[in-house]
C-alpha cells in the first residue's frame, strides 16, 4: 500500500513538471498495485489520473477506455464518493464532446451538473451549463 501512495505522489510530482511519461509510469504502477488488492475504488481514481495526463497530451484514444473503466467502477459502487464520480463524468464528458458525440456528451454534460449540484459546487455547474448551452439540442 505505501508503495501505491509513494507512486502517486511520484505521478503528482512528474505531472506537474510536465513529465507525462514517468507520470503515467507512477501512476500504473500504483494502479497495479490497487488492482491487485482489490482496492477498486482508489484503482478506479488512478486509473482515471492516467487518463487526464493522455488527455492532456491530445490522445483520446489512450484516455478513453481509462474513463470508461472508471466510471463502470464508480457507478457499480455503493462507496463512490459523488466527487470521484462526478470528477470523472466531467472530463469523459470533454472527450465525446471533442469526439463529436453531442448527444452523448450533452447526457454526459447532464449528469456532471447534477452530481456537482447535489455536492453545491457552482463552478462544476457553471461549467456544465456553458458546454451544455453551445450543443446542439438533438
Same mark, same amino acid.
Given at each position: 500500500?505505501?508503495?501505491?501512495?509513494?507512486?502517486?505522489?511520484?505521478?503528482?510530482?512528474?505531472?506537474?513538471?510536465?513529465?507525462?511519461?514517468?507520470?503515467?509510469?507512477?501512476?500504473?504502477?500504483?494502479?497495479?498495485?490497487?488492482?491487485?488488492? $482489490?482496492?477498486?475504488?482508489?484503482?478506479?481514481?488512478?486509473?482515471?489520473?492516467?487518463?487526464?495526463?493522455?488527455?492532456? *497530451?491530445?490522445?483520446?484514444?489512450?484516455?478513453?477506455?481509462?474513463?470508461? *473503466?472508471?466510471?463502470?467502477?464508480?457507478?457499480?459502487?455503493?462507496?463512490?464518493?459523488?466527487?470521484?464520480?462526478? $470528477?470523472?463524468?466531467?472530463?469523459?464528458?470533454?472527450?465525446? *464532446?471533442? *469526439?463529436?458525440?453531442?448527444?452523448?456528451?450533452?447526457?454526459?454534460?447532464?449528469?456532471?451538473?447534477?452530481?456537482?449540484?447535489?455536492?453545491?459546487?457552482?463552478?462544476?455547474?457553471?461549467?456544465?451549463?456553458?458546454?451544455?448551452?453551445?450543443?446542439?439540442?438533438?
Amino acid at each position: 500500500m505505501h508503495a501505491a501512495i509513494e507512486a502517486i505522489s511520484k505521478g503528482r510530482q512528474a505531472r506537474n513538471e510536465g513529465d507525462y511519461e514517468a507520470a503515467r509510469e507512477y501512476y500504473s504502477s500504483a494502479a497495479k498495485v490497487y488492482r491487485e488488492t $482489490n482496492e477498486l475504488l482508489a484503482y478506479a481514481h488512478t486509473i482515471r489520473h492516467i487518463a487526464d495526463i493522455y488527455q492532456e *497530451e491530445h490522445n483520446l484514444e489512450g484516455a478513453k477506455p481509462l474513463f470508461e *473503466e472508471a466510471l463502470e467502477l464508480y457507478r457499480s459502487n455503493l462507496n463512490t464518493k459523488l466527487l470521484d464520480l462526478a $470528477n470523472t463524468v466531467r472530463p469523459y464528458a470533454l472527450l465525446i *464532446e471533442e *469526439e463529436g458525440d453531442s448527444v452523448l456528451a450533452r447526457k454526459l454534460w447532464e449528469e456532471a451538473r447534477s452530481l456537482y449540484g447535489s455536492l453545491r459546487l457552482t463552478l462544476g455547474v457553471s461549467e456544465c451549463e456553458s458546454h451544455l448551452s453551445q450543443l446542439k439540442k438533438p
